[in-house]
């Protein structure tokens, strides 16, 4: 007998609640809400699949994903909502004492971390796209309601998509306990259609941003992550536009190296004939050049453009490793600029936007 496989877009078994997570280095939250398992913008370089949602790769087989990794962006399913049991994590979370809490949380909860809050749930059959997207968008704005009414944690919003412009209001009953941002490595839509290639383009995430600075809401944007293609005037093209968006913290990384994100951006790569610069991650010394480079770059041009104070980097782990300390001219100097870089604990205002 054949068992029946399930949509790869479609409901996931297990509700949306709040959970402790563990960011290493990047200052963003203490928990986080998850509201589907899998990510329809698919973006090459992607870390989650490795890290996260390879653990769910029996349930997936259930639904035809055969590989998390090398499929993702093929499966999207959102998970159902329990409002019981979004209420019991919410209050455990409430209750956790600042002591068992990592420092650099901000006490915020970020939606979301494993997909992004604000996507196109694609099926086949255009009417369950529609009621998969809107399903996504309730369960966003009853879980906020229920957030903000219910305790005193922070938000982080982060997304690619301008479709969180329909909770702009809903998020500035906020107040200062959240804070909206969005990923933008570079404003060339080109580039970003071979990295991320089902999300929506930089311009658009651009006029997003302003829009919700115009809006009255707390923006940060992460610049992140930048491609091996952002050379010098890309970024500062980057950098001149987000230094319009006014924001609270500008977050930079260039692509670090997870499982199999580099094997997936170079087969997509080949796949659309564009040729990309992937021998950077060739060896760990060329990997360690590319990133070196893109962190001291933006270093230097946000202090040119007179946004160094908003600037907070995110060096990869493997930074510190001990062969790349011992490849320094000055080691004990590169390791009190690596520390302070990632012992910063990122702003969080105090008060509502003007
Ligand atoms: S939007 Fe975020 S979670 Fe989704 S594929 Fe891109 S990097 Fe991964």
């Given at each position: 007998?054949?068992?029946?496989?399930?949509e790869?877009?479609?409901?996931?078994?297990?509700?949306?609640?709040?959970?402790a997570?563990?960011?290493?280095?990047?200052?963003?939250?203490?928990?986080?809400?998850?509201?589907?398992?899998?990510?329809?913008?698919?973006?090459?370089?992607?870390y989650?699949?490795?890290?996260?949602?390879?653990?769910?790769?029996?349930?997936?087989?259930?639904?035809?994903?055969?590989?998390?990794?090398?499929?993702?962006?093929?499966?999207?399913?959102?998970?159902?909502?329990?409002?019981?049991?979004?209420?019991?994590?919410?209050?455990?979370?409430?209750?956790?004492?600042?002591?068992?809490?990592?420092?650099d949380?901000?006490?915020a909860?970020?939606?979301?971390?494993?997909?992004?809050?604000?996507?196109?749930?694609?099926?086949?059959?255009a009417?369950?796209?529609?009621?998969?997207?809107?399903?996504a968008l309730?369960?966003m704005?009853?879980?906020?309601?229920?957030?903000?009414?219910?305790?005193?944690?922070?938000?982080?919003?982060?997304?690619?998509?301008?479709?969180a412009?329909?909770?702009?209001?809903?998020?500035?009953?906020?107040?200062?306990?959240l804070?909206?941002?969005?990923?933008?490595?570079?404003?060339?839509?080109?580039?970003?259609?071979?990295?991320?290639?089902?999300?929506?383009?930089?311009?658009?995430?651009?006029?997003?941003?302003?829009?919700?600075?115009?809006?009255?809401?707390?923006?940060?944007?992460?610049?992140?992550?930048?491609?091996?293609?952002?050379?010098?005037?890309?970024?500062?093209?980057?950098?001149?536009?987000?230094?319009?968006?006014?924001?609270?913290?500008?977050?930079?990384?260039?692509?670090?190296?997870?499982?199999?994100?580099?094997?997936?951006?170079a087969?997509?790569?080949?796949?659309?004939?564009?040729?990309?610069?992937?021998?950077?991650?060739?060896?760990?010394?060329?990997?360690?050049?590319y990133?070196?480079?893109s962190?001291?770059?933006?270093?230097?041009?946000?202090?040119?453009?007179?946004?160094?104070?908003?600037?907070?980097?995110?060096?990869?782990?493997?930074?510190?490793s001990?062969?790349?300390?011992?490849?320094?001219?000055?080691?004990?100097?590169?390791?009190?600029?690596?520390?302070?870089?990632?012992?910063?604990?990122?702003?969080?205002?105090?008060?509502?936007?003007?």
């Amino acid at each position: 007998m054949t068992t029946q496989l399930k949509e790869p877009v479609g409901l996931w078994s297990h509700p949306a609640v709040i959970t402790a997570n563990n960011f290493v280095h990047k200052s963003l939250s203490n928990w986080s809400l998850n509201i589907a398992i899998g990510c329809s913008h698919g973006c090459r370089f992607c870390y989650v699949p490795s890290s996260s949602t390879i653990k769910q790769a029996d349930r997936l087989k259930e639904y035809g994903v055969q590989d998390p990794d090398a499929e993702w962006g093929g499966y999207v399913l959102l998970r159902p909502w329990d409002e019981d049991k979004f209420l019991a994590s919410l209050a455990a979370a409430e209750r956790t004492p600042l002591a068992q809490l990592n420092f650099d949380g901000n006490r915020a909860v970020m939606l979301c971390t494993t997909t992004d809050p604000y996507q196109v749930f694609r099926h086949s059959n255009a009417a369950r796209s529609k009621e998969l997207t809107q399903q996504a968008l309730t369960m966003m704005s009853r879980a906020l309601e229920l957030i903000r009414d219910n305790s005193t944690l922070n938000v982080r919003i982060m997304t690619r998509s301008p479709l969180a412009r329909q909770h702009f209001a809903l998020f500035k009953t906020f107040g200062h306990r959240l804070l909206f941002g969005m990923s933008l490595p570079t404003l060339r839509n080109d580039l970003a259609k071979v990295y991320e290639p089902q999300a929506p383009a930089p311009s658009q995430r651009l006029q997003t941003l302003l829009a919700a600075k115009t809006a009255g809401l707390n923006v940060y944007v992460a610049m992140a992550p930048t491609y091996p293609e952002c050379d010098e005037a890309d970024l500062r093209a980057t950098l001149t536009a987000i230094k319009m968006v006014k924001p609270l913290t500008i977050f930079h990384e260039p692509i670090n190296i997870r499982a199999d994100n580099v094997d997936r951006i170079a087969a997509y790569g080949r796949a659309l004939g564009v040729k990309l610069n992937t021998q950077v991650f060739d060896t760990r010394e060329s990997w360690r050049d590319y990133s070196l480079e893109s962190l001291q770059t933006v270093v230097r041009v946000s202090s040119e453009l007179k946004i160094s104070n908003q600037l907070h980097l995110w060096p990869d782990k493997k930074l510190g490793s001990q062969w790349v300390v011992e490849s320094m001219p000055k080691p004990d100097q590169y390791v009190t600029w690596l520390k302070r870089r990632w012992e910063r604990v990122s702003e969080w205002p105090r008060t509502s936007a003007a």
